[in-house]
């Protein structure tokens, strides 16, 4: 984080004071050093700036038990920054502007002027034209996210090793693309106690955003179970490429979820079961129509003209 904040050219903070040119606008939407109030010390004497921050969710403060022991602390801070600096507030789904404006009323701030707005499809989504060659004839599934607790991977194990001992060889493979979070060793231990479940549960972590669109598109269909999230962004890709989804019935689900999405309960293994096996084979091409709104610059538009606006309104 120092040193991403260093190469902006904003550290150290009383730098960032001095070369910020007048009327800026400072757009914060990575929650980058929110957590570490000193920071931001300087857009005090700086009011002529316009402060538009993005905070993802308050999945920690509201799920305390899903995440390490410090998580809601730095969390929360993250959210008072925001708080005391904000001219404007971003957000990613109804359901994050819910939760943080609740954890906000405990600041005793007024809530600044908000847009919620779905995040963007990578322009990977859009310009990819195959999927993986290799795994053409391959029925596999496809589950997207860090691997930690509130991904709830370990529904997913438990329906593998159904699958496994009720198919065999027929068993669909499951692919877990995702960087390890915390406990993720403990999760993935099925993994290594079970040979026959780890022929056809893989992990892979690293992929380019190319590399994992053209995996999604050829993917039977996307698995989302998570306990919690702010926004369901593997979900919207998968639908928007046109690959069957089954997800977690959780507040930010259901606002990126298509009519033709399978919403299910976190705990509920026989019916996830029952889901996955019932989707059909996959096709080879899938026909998309990507909606101009779901594009990168579309996004970018639509931020540029909330800021543009609430700066009008400041004038």
Same mark, same amino acid.
């Given at each position: 984080?120092?040193?991403? *904040?260093?190469?902006?050219?904003?550290?150290?903070?009383?730098?960032?004071?001095? !070369? @910020?040119? !007048? %009327?800026?606008?400072?757009? %914060?939407?990575?929650?980058?050093? *929110?957590?570490?109030? +000193?920071?931001?010390?300087?857009l005090a004497k700086r009011p002529d700036i316009i402060r538009a921050m993005m905070v993802?969710?308050?999945?920690?403060?509201?799920?305390?038990?899903?995440?390490?022991?410090?998580?809601?602390?730095?969390?929360?801070?993250?959210?008072?920054?925001?708080?005391?600096?904000?001219?404007?507030?971003?957000? %990613?789904?109804?359901?994050?502007?819910?939760?943080?404006?609740?954890?906000?009323?405990?600041?005793?701030? $007024?809530?600044?002027?908000?847009?919620?707005?779905?995040?963007?499809?990578?322009?990977?989504?859009?310009? &990819?034209?195959?999927?993986?060659? #290799?795994?053409r004839d391959t029925r596999y599934f496809l589950a997207v996210s860090t691997i930690e607790?509130?991904?709830?991977?370990?529904?997913?194990l438990r329906v593998w090793q159904r699958f496994v001992a009720t198919m065999g060889p027929?068993?669909?493979?499951?692919?877990?693309?995702?960087?390890?979070?915390?406990?993720?060793?403990?999760?993935?231990?099925?993994?290594?106690?079970?040979?026959?479940? $780890?022929?056809?549960?893989?992990?892979?972590?690293?992929?380019?955003?190319?590399? *994992?669109? +053209?995996? @999604?598109?050829?993917?039977?269909?996307?698995?989302?179970?998570?306990?919690?999230?702010?926004?369901?962004?593997?979900? *919207?890709?998968?639908?928007?490429?046109? &690959?069957?989804?089954?997800?977690?019935?959780?507040?930010?689900?259901? #606002?990126?979820?298509?009519?033709?999405?399978?919403?299910? =309960?976190?705990?509920?293994?026989?019916?996830?079961?029952? $889901?996955?096996?019932?989707?059909?084979? &996959?096709?080879?091409?899938?026909?998309?129509?990507? =909606?101009?709104?779901?594009?990168?610059? !579309?996004?970018?538009?639509?931020?540029?003209?909330?800021?543009?606006?609430?700066?009008?309104?400041?004038?």
């Amino acid at each position: 984080m120092l040193r991403m *904040l260093y190469t902006t050219g904003l550290f150290p903070r009383g730098f960032a004071g001095r !070369a @910020v040119p !007048a %009327n800026a606008i400072y757009l %914060n939407i990575g929650q980058l050093g *929110l957590a570490i109030p +000193s920071f931001f010390d300087w857009l005090a004497k700086r009011p002529d700036i316009i402060r538009a921050m993005m905070v993802h969710d308050a999945i920690p403060i509201d799920y305390p038990h899903l995440v390490g022991s410090k998580a809601p602390l730095y969390h929360r801070q993250m959210i008072r920054t925001a708080a005391e600096h904000a001219d404007c507030l971003i957000f %990613n789904s109804a359901y994050t502007r819910a939760s943080v404006s609740a954890v906000m009323q405990d600041f005793g701030r $007024a809530f600044p002027p908000g847009l919620v707005r779905s995040l963007p499809l990578s322009s990977a989504f859009i310009d &990819v034209e195959a999927p993986v060659p #290799e795994l053409r004839d391959t029925r596999y599934f496809l589950a997207v996210s860090t691997i930690e607790p509130r991904k709830n991977y370990a529904l997913l194990l438990r329906v593998w090793q159904r699958f496994v001992a009720t198919m065999g060889p027929a068993a669909p493979h499951l692919i877990i693309v995702g960087a390890l979070g915390k406990g993720a060793e403990t999760i993935l231990a099925p993994l290594r106690s079970d040979s026959s479940l $780890a022929k056809r549960v893989h992990h892979v972590a690293g992929l380019s955003s190319p590399a *994992l669109a +053209s995996l @999604v598109l050829g993917a039977a269909g996307m698995l989302c179970p998570s306990l919690a999230e702010g926004f369901g962004l593997p979900l *919207l890709e998968a639908n928007a490429m046109g &690959v069957p989804t089954i997800a977690s019935d959780i507040p930010a689900h259901r #606002e990126v979820a298509t009519a033709t999405t399978v919403l299910l =309960p976190t705990d509920d293994e026989h019916g996830w079961a029952r $889901a996955i096996t019932a989707l059909p084979d &996959v096709a080879a091409c899938r026909a998309r129509d990507i =909606p101009a709104a779901l594009t990168e610059a !579309a996004y970018c538009a639509d931020i540029v003209d909330f800021v543009s606006g609430v700066r009008a309104k400041t004038a």
